[in-house]
């Protein structure tokens, strides 16, 4: 069974791009999830769908981030205009139901942003 | 407001020795905590959970965590460390109640190295 993929593993842009980051959570899965790590610090939550529908966004930074699910399949973060602060490693995981922790992590997609 | 506090950023172990990670936490009502690992390349992979009953709970990879409630602590320990083992740890809480969204809160993890 193919776990959580995501891409592009490593993005660099500079200041003021768009980027989007893809996910493709584990086959089945109706709970996707959004973390990220910003250098040094702790892993932090961004959103949670269930099926294609936005169960919770309160950790989403601000406006400049647009998470979406087509179908209640794969899912995409865009970061438009990227800055500076936006730089981390972005996470993201599914799980089959609503326990908590029961979550399958990909290997993160890393954002540079010059 | 939840946290996690993983007071030790790095720690360095030969390989053969014990390990013990601290994790604290504080959380307004009964917890499900967590040890998370990533190592290089690689995703974050669950080692163990606790939801309730024994306090003393067994993991993947020959990991065991005890919970405290009176410390408010869940460390993670493993009795004899293997070079590969070398990773970086994240203690997290999520909330008890399933009815809500399971978002976890993470410490700032421990990035383990093991001498050879």
């Known amino acids: 069974e193919a776990g959580v993929t995501q891409f592009p593993s490593h993005s660099v842009i500079e200041k003021g791009q768009t980027v989007t980051l893809r996910c493709d959570p584990i086959?089945?899965?109706?709970?996707l999830y959004w973390y990220r790590r910003v250098m040094g610090k702790e892993i932090k939550f961004l959103l949670h769908?269930?099926?294609?529908?936005?169960?919770?966004e309160s950790g989403m930074p601000n406006n400049r981030f647009l998470a979406e699910r087509t179908g209640g399949t794969y899912s995409t973060l865009k970061v438009q205009p990227a800055e500076l602060e936006d730089s981390g490693v972005y996470f993201c995981a599914s799980s089959q139901d609503r326990i908590a922790g029961e979550l399958f992590f990909g290997e993160g997609s890393r954002l540079t942003v010059l | 407001a939840q946290s996690v506090t993983q007071p030790d950023i790095h720690i360095t172990v030969s390989e053969g020795a014990s390990l013990e990670l601290r994790c604290n936490y504080s959380?307004?009502?009964?917890?499900?905590l967590f040890w998370y690992v990533q190592s290089p390349g690689q995703g974050l992979q669950l080692l163990l959970k606790y939801f309730s009953g024994d306090t003393l709970v067994q993991g993947i990879k020959g990991f065991e965590a005890e919970f405290k409630r009176s410390q408010s602590s869940f460390n993670l320990r493993k009795p004899s460390v293997h070079w590969s083992d070398a990773a970086e740890y994240f203690c997290a809480v999520g909330p008890f109640n399933t009815g809500t969204a399971s978002k976890l809160t993470f410490g700032t993890g421990t990035r383990l190295q093991v001498t050879l």
């Open positions: 086959s089945g899965h109706d709970n």
């Open positions: 959380y307004g009502a009964t917890p499900y």
């Open positions: 769908f269930v099926k294609e529908s936005k169960q919770d």
